[in-house]
């Protein structure tokens, strides 16, 4: 298993939009899908999807509980039923570290997927667990949870991690300068 780099936005490649997946069973998707839990539980997050690790292909890893028992695996994910009832959630995201903001999405869902095998599974989901269903999946059509918010929130997140990342690429540049 290998850590995979979490891509940070605003990068443009968070918007792309995800294609099925359509060979299963294989030893690359089991890879792809050990590696994104392994990025996911270090992190430390709830879920992952492939797109945020530059994979542009319709796999999602989410594990809700405390003690990270519990991993779900949803390759090829399908919203089949939404409840009317809405909900809003603080949400934050990997690919959006330190940013946390309130999203209204369906309080319930119903979800059609399959597993890294190509077994279709059915999981009705409340909670956390629908939150970050629904957070994943945009994920996978190129949405980041940010185009929820205002636009004036929105630019505000992306200049405060694009002035973040300078930072960043600034202390690795002195640091490698310093080795010389």
Not at 17 to 45: N, S
Not at 94 to 120: M, N, Q, T
Not at 159 to 176: F, I, P, S, T, Y
Request: aromatic share 6%.
């Amino acid at each position: 298993m290998a850590l995979l780099k979490i891509l940070r936005y605003p990068d443009p490649r968070l918007h792309k939009v995800a294609k099925p997946v359509t060979e299963f069973g294989t030893e690359r998707l089991r890879k792809l899908v050990a590696d994104m839990a392994e990025t996911m539980y270090d992190a430390p997050g709830v879920g992952l999807a492939a797109t945020q690790v530059d994979v542009h292909e319709r796999v999602v890893t989410i594990d809700v509980t405390e003690d990270q028992s519990q991993l779900l695996v949803f390759v090829n994910p399908e919203i089949v039923w939404a409840s009317e009832e809405k909900q809003v959630y603080d949400e934050g995201c990997l690919s959006v570290p330190g940013i946390y903001d309130g999203v209204e999405r369906p309080a319930r869902v119903k979800v059609r997927a399959f597993d890294a095998d190509g077994k279709e599974f059915e999981i009705e989901a409340d909670g956390l667990l629908a939150v970050c269903i629904q957070h994943e999946m945009d994920h996978l059509m190129g949405k980041v949870f940010v185009e929820y918010l205002s636009p004036l929130k929105r630019n505000r997140i992306k200049a405060k991690l694009q002035k973040e990342e300078r930072g960043m690429e600034r202390d690795a540049a002195q640091r490698a300068g310093g080795r010389r």
